[in-house]
């Protein structure tokens, strides 16, 4: 257990609203990320944070923002969801010195 | 760009029976590998990882991995299976030395059959 929770676990939301989805740790880690799951992709990275206010681009970014204006909390914003954007979204941490990422539980969000 | 094959979309074994998942990738130098596992509705759960050394290790659950630089693979292997291993596994890679920037495969269904 890495001390990771995200909320909401689950959202349905209407396409073309805004969504943020946050991840919070209590460990003090300084990298998070936020990936997306979906059925024949397996996970894929959206954002990843290296500290407060330190953020970069990962494989799927359009669309998304994130923003990490404190160690504890990375959120990851949807400015005008789509329905390809239904997905299952995984935050994860990266333990100092382990080289290993840690998950949270995960958020279930659909766009309709 | 660094890409991370599991040839198998879905494999069903009886529960006692060995276990091997594949896992290649493509990758010029060694990177740091990683098996994880997902249960039904749950995030992931690292199972094991290779960063350098014995190209044989062990992880959780009974799981083990070996590394094969000459065919770019990093298969996982469990003696035998019990129903509760039913999950999907992924294989990741990092290039990055720090695992920064894991490259996931698309993961394997296991079924357990009783």
């Known amino acids: 257990d890495a001390g990771i929770t995200q909320s909401p676990r689950h959202k349905v939301t209407e396409t073309g609203t805004p969504v943020t989805l946050r991840c919070h740790q209590t460990?003090?880690?300084?990298?998070m990320y936020w990936y997306r799951q979906d059925p024949g992709h397996g996970l894929r990275l959206i954002h990843y944070?290296?500290?407060?206010?330190?953020?970069d681009k990962g494989e799927v970014s359009d669309g998304y923002s994130v923003s990490r204006s404190k160690t504890e909390d990375f959120l990851l914003t949807l400015e005008s969801a789509t329905s390809s954007q239904t997905s299952v979204y995984f935050c994860?941490?990266?333990?100092?010195?382990?080289?290993?990422?840690?998950f949270g539980p995960g958020t279930r969000l659909t766009v309709t | 760009a660094q890409s991370v094959t599991q040839p198998d979309i879905h494999i069903t074994v009886s529960e006692g029976a060995s276990l091997e998942l594949r896992c290649n990738y493509s990758?010029?130098?060694?990177?740091?590998l990683f098996w994880y596992v997902q249960s039904p509705g749950q995030g992931l759960q690292l199972l094991l990882k290779?960063?350098?050394?014995?190209?044989l290790v062990q992880g959780i659950k009974g799981f083990e991995a070996e590394f094969k630089r000459s065919q770019s693979s990093f298969n996982l292997r469990k003696p035998s299976v019990h129903w509760s291993d039913a999950a999907e596994y992924f294989c990741?890679?990092?290039?990055?030395?720090?695992?920064?920037?894991?490259?996931f495969g698309t993961g394997t269904r296991l079924q357990v059959t009783l």
């Open positions: 290779y960063f350098s050394g014995d190209t």
């Open positions: 994860a941490i990266t333990r100092a010195g382990s080289y290993e990422q840690y």
């Open positions: 990741a890679v990092d290039n990055t030395g720090t695992a920064s920037k894991l490259t």
């Open positions: 990758y010029g130098a060694t990177p740091y």
């Open positions: 460990e003090n880690h300084r990298y």
């Open positions: 944070s290296y500290g407060v206010k330190d953020t």
